[in-house]
């Protein structure tokens, strides 16, 4: 093995649709990946508390044996915090925000653009690494004076309690969790309201501006969420896990 093959990220894909994996393989191997491929979960469980264990996981959420969410928890249940980015065809926001509770790191509904797909996991391993639990794995997040009680879904700036609409609760979380990441108003209206709904990314924006009035954030010199024309936002502020 060369030295450029050895710092390849190690993902293992698992998906039981063989017409998924077949092109998404050589894809990922083509950008720079490292690829075990399985088709079901109980061989994805194996492979990833395992040794040496995947970089990243890439997990269908419907497959034989066990199911990715099932297997997902069993994953962080043996204290494993590797990245796990959920694959489903279920666009109900309460289906992923239950997913991004039990330790998902990230959520894409099939059909999905597999470059969607690698520009998310590279943000993964940029942010999680090998080092401590992800911030979707922690309870409480704290960025500056701002402080998430994720668990309880509440919010203080200071010692003011924020009071947020669930939509822009469910924003600023995905938010927190993402920080300095680039998040498409695409992919947030994704997040918030599924795939199959009827909203416009005009209701991200409406969320966003809910969430600066709440924050006292401007908009032309943001502490908290900048908006990059014509992209989407990112999250500014460092983020960190909290007691």
Do not use: C
Request: avoid cysteine; proline fraction near 6%.
């Amino acid at each position: 093995m060369t030295e450029d093959q050895a710092r390849r990220p190690a993902v293992l894909p698992a998906d039981d649709d063989v017409a998924i994996t077949g092109q998404l393989g050589p894809l990922l191997e083509r950008s720079g990946f490292d690829i075990r491929t399985v088709h079901d979960g109980a061989a994805a469980l194996a492979a990833a508390t395992g040794a040496p264990a995947p970089d990243l996981i890439v997990l269908d959420v419907l497959m034989p044996h066990l199911d990715g969410r099932e297997v997902l928890r069993r994953i962080r249940r043996s204290g494993a915090w590797i990245p796990v980015i959920l694959l489903t065809r279920v666009g109900e926001s309460t289906e992923r925000a239950m997913a991004l509770e039990e330790g998902a790191d990230d959520y894409l509904n099939k059909p999905f653009d597999p470059y969607e797909l690698i520009a998310r996991m590279r943000a993964l391993l940029r942010r999680a690494g090998r080092g401590p639990p992800p911030l979707a794995g922690a309870g409480r997040l704290r960025a500056g004076a701002l402080r998430v009680d994720r668990t309880a879904r509440r919010a203080w700036l200071g010692e003011r309690e924020l009071t947020l609409t669930p939509k822009a609760g469910a924003l600023l979380d995905y938010l927190v969790t993402h920080p300095d990441e680039l998040l498409s108003r695409e992919r947030l209206m994704e997040v918030l309201w599924g795939w199959e709904s009827a909203a416009t990314t005009r209701a991200v924006d409406n969320r966003v501006a809910e969430l600066r009035r709440a924050l006292g954030d401007d908009s032309g010199a943001p502490r908290w969420i900048e908006t990059v024309i014509g992209e989407g936002y990112r999250f500014v502020a460092r983020v960190e896990a909290a007691e």
